[in-house]
């Protein structure tokens, strides 16, 4: 099994930072992708920005230029950078990673337990 933890979420005033790590761990071959996503009540979960284990990364237009995502592959973790935050980023923000487990032939999704980000005006 894979688990991943996040930790870094709380409470920030607008305008404010952040920093969002998760962190790899259990019987796993390799990574591949991993990313942040956020849900906020009433809305659907959203993709914020993912990197690949070769350190390509992609963003949500939402974040883009606000947020920035980084990996340390050799820690199997995962940042999030949040920068310049608003209210409407308030939200439970999920890692994910794409990982191939022993035993297993392919690359499975993994979640996290999500961290709450909460943004005061």
């Known amino acids: 099994q894979v688990q991943l933890v996040e930790s870094g979420g709380g409470l920030v005033q607008a305008g404010g930072s952040l920093r969002l790590s998760c962190a790899a761990s259990g019987r796993f071959y390799s990574i591949n992708s991993m990313g942040w996503y956020r849900h906020a009540p009433g809305k659907q979960r959203e993709l914020l920005a993912a990197i690949t284990s070769g350190g390509s990364t992609n963003y949500a237009e939402s974040v883009k230029g606000r947020f920035t995502i980084s990996r340390d592959n050799a820690k199997n973790t995962v940042y999030l950078q949040m920068n310049s935050l608003k209210p409407e980023d308030t939200a439970v923000y999920y890692c994910?990673?794409?990982?191939?487990?022993?035993?297993?032939?392919?690359?499975?999704?993994?979640w996290g337990q999500g961290t709450q980000v909460t943004v005061s005006s």
């Open positions: 994910n990673a794409n990982a191939r487990r022993y035993g297993s032939t392919g690359y499975y999704d993994y």
